[in-house]
């Protein structure tokens, strides 16, 4: 089977003068920083033959595409909600708090908050319809940290849960969490429920 190669990014680094979790609050854009690591990345991925630029509905995530469909011909961000940040009831909270949490977001969430479980179950989704859809090409997709955390795990052959975010050196990753506008490189051979992706980490600022 064709391999399909998926650049799994997070957004850049966001202004944020409150230091809180923002999730899915709205209104949270780049700050400077995020936009030269945008560009970054960007120019990294410039040379790829990437055929499709997917995004988080997220204003950060959208504006991070957006950022590297300008080094892309013809290519337009779409949206996809299956790779929308997490759900959580933290958000607002300051970010130190949930800094000496081990930033936990899940431990005894309840409907409508999300698992890790669930939050991997629709990236796999989204991986599914880009193997689908998108078979053998190079596509791109801005997300948020966990939505790369998650998929990472997986392909480390691991069920991802509440507490692994601490730890995330042990398995494999090169750094303590993806830092903004990094860039997790999936190599899908097909269903990455049945066949575990290659994965590589990169960061390109």
């Keep these: 089977m064709m391999t399909t190669t998926l650049y799994?990014?997070?957004?850049?680094?966001?202004k944020n003068p409150g230091n809180i979790l923002y999730g899915r609050l709205p209104g949270f854009y780049l700050s400077d920083l995020g936009i030269k690591q945008a560009r970054a990345a960007g120019a990294w991925l410039a040379d790829k033959?990437?055929?499709?630029?997917?995004?988080?509905p997220m204003e950060r995530a959208q504006q991070t595409a957006g950022i590297v469909a300008e080094q892309?011909?013809?290519l337009s961000p779409v949206i996809d909600e299956r790779i929308i940040e997490v759900l959580t009831p933290h958000e607002g909270r300051p970010t130190a708090e949930l800094a000496a949490l081990g930033w936990d977001l899940y431990t005894g969430n309840e409907?409508?908050?999300?698992?890790?479980?669930?939050?991997?179950?629709r990236v796999l989704d989204f991986f599914e319809h880009i193997v689908s859809e998108r078979a053998g090409q190079a596509v791109v997709a801005?997300?948020?940290?966990?939505?790369?955390?998650?998929p990472?795990?997986?392909a480390q052959g691991v069920r991802p849960d509440a507490l692994m975010k601490d730890k995330l050196v042990d398995y494999a990753l090169p750094v303590d969490y993806p830092a903004t506008a990094s860039i997790m490189s999936f190599?899908?051979?097909?269903?990455?429920?049945?066949?575990?992706?290659?994965?590589t980490y990169i960061c390109p600022h």
């Design 187 to 199: 190599e899908l051979g097909g269903s990455p429920r049945e066949s575990l992706p290659r994965v």
């Design 49 to 56: 033959p990437i055929e499709a630029i997917y995004s988080s």
């Design 8 to 14: 799994l990014m997070r957004h850049g680094h966001v």
């Design 152 to 154: 990472w795990l997986h």
């Design 111 to 121: 409907p409508p908050y999300e698992t890790p479980g669930m939050v991997l179950e």
């Design 142 to 150: 801005v997300a948020h940290g966990d939505i790369l955390v998650f």
């Design 72 to 74: 892309q011909e013809r």
